[in-house]
């Protein structure tokens, strides 16, 4: 079965940075691929899928970008609501897998 | 708009089956092209995808899972289900039910979650 790895697990970054997270698949996913948000506490929440197709109501300074094996996640500018854990997940055909999540957390 | 909402048994003992159900309101579950996942997440750690269900009855499951998962639907109660043999500590989880329009488009609905103990 494809693996999905995350980098890095976890991150600290000041409100206004760019914030970057890296997905890899173990084998060509093309471009199924789609990033949560996970909040404390919260449920998940799709960010985007199709490696940078954002949801309605996403904020533009997320962004993705990707395709085969690689993936980005970028934050723009991070701000305090954007504290969490993001995980990707390959959406192409099963067995789906996520990743191992990265906390992203503000300095 | 779709939801989506996860009962059963918050309780399980060792080695005995745990039991959830994913009741879909504002949309039928036979919709063309919906899959019907369960996903769990054990006590401070990552999401792990347990399986899903087609609209058409057709089944995925993770391979760890396997030998010990049933995703169904009952299309008359517009839910799908979730069961889970000889469980162990090691399933003790927060449960979510997630629905996806296309497999592609990854999962946009989410249940709220609910919480299983394995212990005797």
């Known amino acids: 079965d494809i693996q999905m790895t995350q980098s890095p697990s976890s991150l600290s970054a000041s409100v206004g940075d760019r914030v970057t997270i890296t997905c890899r698949a173990s084998q060509d996913i093309s471009i199924y691929l789609a990033w949560y948000q996970q909040k404390p506490g919260k449920v998940p929440k799709l960010l985007m899928y199709a490696a940078s197709t954002l949801q309605p109501g996403v904020p533009s300074r997320f962004s993705g970008s990707g395709s085969g094996t690689d993936f980005t996640l970028t934050i723009s500018s991070l701000q305090p609501e954007d504290v969490g854990t993001y995980y990707c997940?390959?959406?192409?055909?099963?067995?789906?897998?996520f990743g191992r999540g990265t906390k992203v957390e503000i300095k | 708009q779709l939801q989506l909402q996860e009962s059963g048994s918050g309780l399980v003992k060792p080695s005995e089956t745990l039991s959830l159900t994913c009741d879909v309101s504002g949309g039928s579950i036979i919709r063309g092209g919906y899959s019907w996942s369960w996903i769990r997440q054990p006590p401070g750690k990552g999401l792990e995808w347990i399986g899903y269900?087609?609209?058409?009855?057709?089944?995925h499951y993770n391979a760890s899972l396997k030998s010990r998962v049933t995703i169904s639907l009952d299309r008359s109660k517009n839910q799908f289900s979730l069961k889970l043999g000889s469980v162990t500590a090691a399933d003790t989880a927060l449960y979510f039910c997630?629905?996806?329009?296309?497999?592609?488009?990854?999962?946009?609905?989410w249940g709220q979650g609910t919480t299983v103990i394995v212990s005797s």
């Open positions: 269900i087609y609209h058409n009855g057709i089944t």
């Open positions: 997940q390959k959406c192409d055909s099963a067995p789906w897998a």
């Open positions: 997630a629905s996806s329009p296309r497999y592609f488009q990854g999962m946009d609905v």
